[in-house]
């Protein structure tokens, strides 16, 4: 039976990324609040006539570029972003000879729950 993922990680591969996916989602939430920031500024500065260009325009595109490097850092690992808001991250892992997901949210300190591909959170386990 063919994996959807190429990559799999180990319980201690995955913990072995967990300071860098920390860093990883306080910088996305950063560059989140700043582009929140910069639409308010534009969306006062959508009337017909106007120029948007500019200083302002050149934030918020290289705010969404910064966002968009950061979420690539995920996708070449294979690693799956569930939800910012919450830091939920999925690792793609073999256990038992089954495709499953290593499943951490960000205010857990260690990777300690599996769930099916197609469970989600709800149907978390203990490793």
Known sequence: MPYRF???????EA?????LIRQWLQQMAQRRAELEKVERRLGGLMAPGSDLGGGLVNT???TLVALNELLLEFARREIQLKS???G???FPAIIDGREVFLCWEQDEEDVEFWHELDGGYAG????
């Not at 913990?15 to 300071?19: C, K, N, S, T």
């Not at 978390?124 to 490793?127: D, L, Y």
Request: aromatic share 8%; glycine share 0%; no cysteine.
């Open 15 to 19: 913990r072995e990324l967990l300071p």
């Open 124 to 127: 978390r386990e203990r490793v």
């Open 60 to 62: 918020w595109v290289r």
């Open 6 to 12: 190429k990559k799999h990680y180990t319980r201690e």
């Open 88 to 90: 939920l991250v999925d």
């Open 84 to 86: 910012l808001d919450r």
